[in-house]
């Protein structure tokens, strides 16, 4: 058994999002000894930028990525004009935050349409356009594949050979692949494509468990151990690839992590971190 | 537009499965004038196998698929074996219903496994066994990708490209693919894999909508119209390549459908049969 090096874990703040602010999830990253944390643009600004960048600077913490930005498709130029201008400034915000990665989620279908292939020709055209920024500004950005049960309403890439194809189409530098578990377990090709985005593409690696049954698409997601992804084989063939980022967990959980003592819930993940990661 | 043959229109028995019985099912298809309908094992065998093939010949429907054999994996020998014996009288039940296949959800993850990889194999296994009965009886096997969110608990089968691989594998006499938009619309490659699949392994097209949201994972499917999936051209797709099976409409949905008046239902599909198909 190789198990992980504790140092690598990071906590997507979404996992404790219900019971606790901003501030008090980096003080609780810091108590618990966790070295990374990959917090969300709307908890950011109730805390205040500066602030967060000072809090989490002063607790020694890693941004493993910042969630997020994305959301690409929009049913005319003046909506698709509005996510770009707000995407520029999440890189900016990343920037500030020192974040390894702006993590992305590309969007769905915008409006009422049923034209998921034009959806994916939005979302590349928009991603194109961000990089003339992103890649000037030097702030990585990580196309995050989401579940296909996500396809209509959230991210339209739903796989890791789509994120993949991207990367060959607009260029590696400045893109790359979030990697999350959640989304990508179940996929065939999973581990042939983890290789083929290899170390530089994948900027970042997101972990939690596929619960049986599922009952809620949105916010029961499972912690690490709970459910059926095999996370060790994944963890391991990333580190193999050269992979040295964090592995960040985020938990949706209405029904159990939410409702959770959240001091448990971080000491929960960093004992399920060593044993199924 | 084209419209489509109304003569093609097939109901799977599921869509009214909660308010009649499969012999009110096989009536109402006559009464309404529906020229197919694919019943499921359970109700067949409530209403005994020799009883409902008179009822289905004595009302001229045609059987587009036999719902369903699979669920291939097993966490030992004996249980594969009970799947396996169970499978053969599946394929009996499809030969005297006379069914233009039998339909297979193939089976997610045995016991408390987290190997997919592992449950894909024993779909290869499991199936190549099927097929040395079912190719000799000559009843025709159509391995149906289900929806990525169904991976871990219903099949491991995921893609048409994974089910296109297997045909390769296998060998095409007597084996090929249901197709349900379902499942597969989200999937970038669809239409290059349909195309792949060609008229010989596109077994039973299957229709139903996706929709914005969903609120369980099982028996939240739309009507056709009422969600995202688009569906005409899809079903022109597989008609260009020269399908000329039934456009069989499967919609389990516990909070609407299976609370109407089932005539209502079955109007409602002949009538979004035309304008959505």
Redesign the interface.
Known sequence: MQHPDPRRLSINTATVRKQWTLDKIIDGCARHGICGISPWRDQVQALGLEKTARLIRSNALTVSGYCRGGMFPGVDDATRQVASDDNRRAVDEALALGAACLVLVVGG?PGS????AGA?QQVKDGLSRLLDYSRNVGMPLAIEPL???Y???RA?V??L??ANDLCDELGDKGLGIAVDLYHT????KLFPQLERAGRNRILAFHICD?L????D?LSDRGMMGD????IRSARLAVESLGYQGAHEVEIFSELNWWQQEPNDVLSTCKERHQQYC
Do not use: F, Y
């Open positions: 279908l349409s049923k034209d998921i994916r579940h296909p049960m396809a209509a309403d339209c739903n796989t050979e789509q377990w179940w996929d065939p596929w049986v049954p599922t009952r698409l459910g059926v992804i095999d």
